[in-house]
């Protein structure tokens, strides 16, 4: 007789969040990547109108507010991630996803803002240290509940109910971040002499708009794995 075929195991909590959230951003890179243009709209503008500097007073000044670009950008990631939740929650057209994702970033924007000065209220008063509300509120954007405060309190319970993956995904998102802004930095700017070249100063515009448009870019994967995290627990 045949060997019993030995059953197939189980999908690990691991496989279950990361498989199908990158299977959502390349399934609907396209409009996630606008939503994701959207949701960083701020910051590209910021990259954008920045000019290059004249001296290396400016270079500096301007390097500075690269990093500035990418110490924010985790707002405009947790409104993504409403965008993403609401792409992940049933089979669209492209079309559709992006219409439905831009719906929901336009209701995410204020409890996400909420969010953030709770955060940064929290981190400031030492009440609750930053990073633990950052965690709990990471998914207020992909929350269905309207008016406030009831998709702060929503991401809250979603986040306790699984709160080291949660923190693993936060914490993923922010060394993207920080990585972002060092390979930029290492493949950009070179030390600055006294009267650097002009190349030299149109290097630290080019690493402030890298730094945006690498952020458009990578920035709906971390998003899709918020979103699907807070799908887990959906009833």
Do not use: K, N, Y
Not at 159 to 164: I, K
Not at 173 to 179: E, M, Q, V
């Amino acid at each position: 007789m045949d060997p019993t075929p030995e059953p197939i195991p189980e999908p690990t909590p691991r496989t279950a969040i990361i498989g199908p959230a990158v299977r959502t951003w390349l399934g609907h890179a396209v409009p996630l990547t606008a939503l994701s243009a959207i949701a960083l709209s701020p910051l590209v503008a910021v990259a954008l109108r920045t000019r290059a500097p004249v001296d290396a007073a400016g270079a500096r000044s301007v390097i500075g507010l690269g990093w500035t670009l990418l110490a924010v950008a985790w707002l405009g990631q947790l409104v993504l991630v409403g965008g993403a939740a609401a792409v992940m929650r049933a089979p669209r057209s492209q079309l559709g996803a992006l219409g439905a994702g831009a719906a929901q970033l336009v209701r995410a924007a204020l409890p996400c803002l909420v969010a953030a000065l709770a955060v940064a209220i929290g981190g400031l008063a030492l009440a609750v240290p930053a990073p633990v509300l950052l965690v709990l509120l990471a998914m207020t954007g992909a929350s269905r509940e309207r008016g406030l405060p009831a998709p702060l309190l929503d991401s809250i319970a979603a986040a306790r109910r699984q709160l080291p993956a949660v923190a693993l995904a936060v914490a993923a998102l922010l060394a993207i971040d920080a990585a972002i802004g060092a390979i930029a930095h290492r493949a950009l700017i070179a030390p600055l002499a006294r009267q650097p070249t002009p190349a030299q100063l149109a290097a630290a515009r080019d690493f402030v708009r890298a730094i945006a448009i690498v952020l458009v870019a990578i920035s709906p994967l971390p998003a899709c794995v918020l979103a699907r995290l807070r799908a887990r627990v959906e009833p």
